[in-house]
């Protein structure tokens, strides 16, 4: 929770209200005036001197109507038990912190914790296909042992199939939200929300006097991109708001990944667009994405025990760890090439075979069994 005092929380409501003031102008006046609420009691003169402030936005930074709408949305926060973080707070998520048009204030409801977290966002088209809830489930399922936040957008089809997954194996989950924290959108999902906010919650900067409107979607996509170290476009049309969040994301230079579909699968052209103009790493797995992000497991996260039976291995592992045991250390690929499997089978088995703790990843790409 901040420790911000009641005038600076208010003084930050109103700048963030006033229009033409955004998130960009919001921190240079900052920066020049140390404080929110120096902000309004410094001259126009001065403030007039900073880069983009001009008179137009002046004048309505002195309007009091916006002091009035920032007490009743102060009201709404005391009222309604919503936390809150400024973007110089330790709290504020690290990764949002260093773009540029981050919010001044977020707010938040439900129980996450993110320090030293591994944060990744999943976003798609809303019309999921079987093909999609299938990548999700597994990716989820391997992935779980490295214990990561799933960022969303709390909508249909692709979002709120990351959330359940994430919730199924006991992942923090976050929905972003493109209105306040006084209604949820789409209604149907409100059967979701005591187990999203036990699991995680929402975050969003929009205000309670917000509506769910197209242009909200697209201003809390930066959010998504900008939360994560990584945004995964799991299926897309050929237009879409996850492509956006993936240009976001490319923007802010996070990798973004994108599950690679049949030509002819109308939500898998957006997917295959990205990976073939190269703003996209290819995804089959979740081994690709702890390859890409240099990911590593600790030793609680693996386990410990060094001797595992076969009869946890399915075939592909079995064959994997038996070439190990004989030849020592080997590169991924020597590993796929001599056991006759394709690259990613061999870094999605090794990735579980590490899970398990029967091998361990070595500088150079280099894999061996304990």
């Not at 009035?68 to 504020?92: G, P, V």
Request: with cysteine.
């Amino acid at each position: 929770m901040s420790m911000l005092s009641f005038n600076e929380l208010l003084a930050l409501l109103r700048l963030q209200k006033v229009p033409l003031v955004g998130d960009v102008n919001a921190k240079k006046l900052l920066e020049r005036c140390g404080s929110a609420e120096q902000v309004f009691k410094e001259r126009r003169e001065v403030l007039q001197k900073i880069d983009g402030i001009g008179s137009i936005l002046l004048s309505r930074l002195y309007d009091t109507m916006y002091l009035e709408e920032a007490e009743k949305e102060l009201e709404f926060i005391q009222e309604n038990d919503i936390t809150y973080s400024f973007f110089k707070d330790a709290a504020y998520p690290k990764h949002l912190k260093h773009c540029i048009d981050a919010p001044i204030l977020i707010f938040k409801r439900g129980n996450m914790d993110l320090k030293g977290k591994k944060i990744i966002s999943m976003v798609g088209t809303r019309q999921i296909t079987s093909y999609g809830n299938a990548f999700i489930a597994e990716f989820m399922e391997a992935i779980a042992p490295l214990d990561p936040v799933i960022v969303s957008g709390f909508a249909y089809g692709i979002d709120i199939t990351a959330h359940r997954a994430a919730m199924d194996h006991n992942l923090q989950t976050l929905g972003c939200l493109a209105h306040g924290l006084n209604q949820i959108y789409p209604k149907t999902h409100t059967k979701y929300v005591s187990q999203m906010e036990r699991n995680g919650g929402f975050i969003t900067e929009f205000w309670s006097s917000s509506h769910p409107d197209r242009e909200n979607f697209l201003k809390r996509n930066r959010i998504i991109a900008g939360m994560s170290e990584a945004t995964i476009v799991v299926e897309s049309a050929e237009k879409g708001g996850s492509l956006v969040t993936a240009d976001i994301a490319h923007s802010y230079h996070r990798d973004v990944f994108a599950v690679p579909g049949r030509s002819t699968d109308k939500y898998s052209t957006g997917c295959n667009n990205l990976i073939k103009q190269q703003k996209a790493h290819l995804l089959t797995s979740a081994a690709d994405l702890v390859y890409m992000l240099g990911w590593k497991l600790s030793e609680k996260q693996g386990i410990n025990s060094q001797k595992q039976l076969f009869v946890e291995l399915d075939e592909t592992e079995k064959s994997i760890y038996q070439y190990l045991q004989l030849n020592g250390k080997q590169l991924l690929d020597t590993v796929a090439l001599e056991c006759n499997l394709p690259i990613f089978k061999t870094s999605s088995s090794l990735l579980n075979m590490e899970m398990k703790g029967i091998i361990r990843p070595l500088p150079g790409k280099l894999f061996e069994a304990i």
